[in-house]
């Protein structure tokens, strides 16, 4: 069954200090993983989007490695933001049909404190 | 910047009532969605459509249909709505040049059915 399992389900931190979400799939035929950001009462916002060859890419302080061997993903904040308190989804595509299909994790929600 | 615009952020409706969700995209996407959002389960599929008139079931479609006689607009209706059927509704559009396109997502409905 395709699976997709982040952890931990929630976290606090404190502003300025570095954290790391983790995402654990069981996804085949296996496309890409997708790390999405969802603030209270908005949609989600595409962080990272990457395919089975990269194992690592950057968007401002936010980095998402992956490991395709072992199936997992961690998303990697610095130094941070008040603003990044919100909900994190990790999202993985299966091959297949038109779009793929995508299968969501339940999400990680950070709470940053000053 | 691609913007999906969802017409409801907060709808209360009746049950028994048919309730009409829209959505409209602005950057031409082939691809749009239509998801809902509860606590504990993530975002799951209801239905999608990779171009005018063409829809295809997502995972839960029951009790759902959708429209599609434009490109940039996705309607999602609800026959007869029922009290299960609460929930937060998101909008999304993708391109359709690759598996590998981010899905850009509207700010959501919250429906209520009494």
């Known amino acids: 069954k395709n699976q997709v399992e982040q952890s931990p389900q929630s976290l606090i931190i404190l502003e300025g200090k570095n954290c790391t979400l983790q995402?654990?799939?069981?996804?085949?035929?296996?496309?890409?993983l997708r790390w999405y950001k969802q603030d209270t009462g908005r949609g989600p916002v595409s962080l990272t989007i990457?395919?089975?060859?990269?194992n690592t890419k950057s968007n401002g302080r936010y980095t998402a490695t992956l490991d395709a061997d072992t199936k997992q993903s961690s998303l990697h904040i610095t130094a941070s933001q008040l603003s990044d308190s919100a909900s994190y989804i990790c999202?993985?595509?299966?091959?297949?049909?038109?779009?793929?299909?995508?299968?969501f994790g339940q999400g990680t929600t950070l709470q940053v404190k000053p | 910047d691609v913007k999906v615009t969802q017409s409801s952020r907060y709808l209360v409706k009746r049950t028994g009532e048919k309730v009409f969700l829209e959505c409209v995209q602005d950057?031409?996407?082939?691809?749009m969605f239509w998801y809902r959002q509860d606590p504990g389960l993530g975002l799951r599929l209801i239905y999608f459509?990779?171009?005018?008139?063409?829809?295809e079931k997502g995972d839960i479609p029951e009790g759902y249909s959708v429209s599609r006689e434009k490109k940039e607009r996705f309607s999602l209706i609800l026959e007869s709505a029922s009290t299960n059927q609460t929930s937060m509704y998101l909008c999304?559009?993708?391109?359709?040049?690759?598996?590998?396109?981010?899905?850009?997502f509207g700010d959501g409905t919250r429906l209520s059915i009494l």
């Open positions: 995402c654990n799939y069981t996804v085949s035929p296996f496309s890409n």
């Open positions: 990457m395919t089975f060859s990269e």
């Open positions: 459509s990779y171009d005018v008139k063409m829809k």
């Open positions: 999202v993985v595509s299966a091959q297949g049909g038109n779009t793929g299909k995508l299968i």
């Open positions: 999304a559009s993708s391109w359709a040049g690759g598996r590998n396109q981010p899905q850009h």
């Open positions: 950057m031409d996407h082939e691809n």
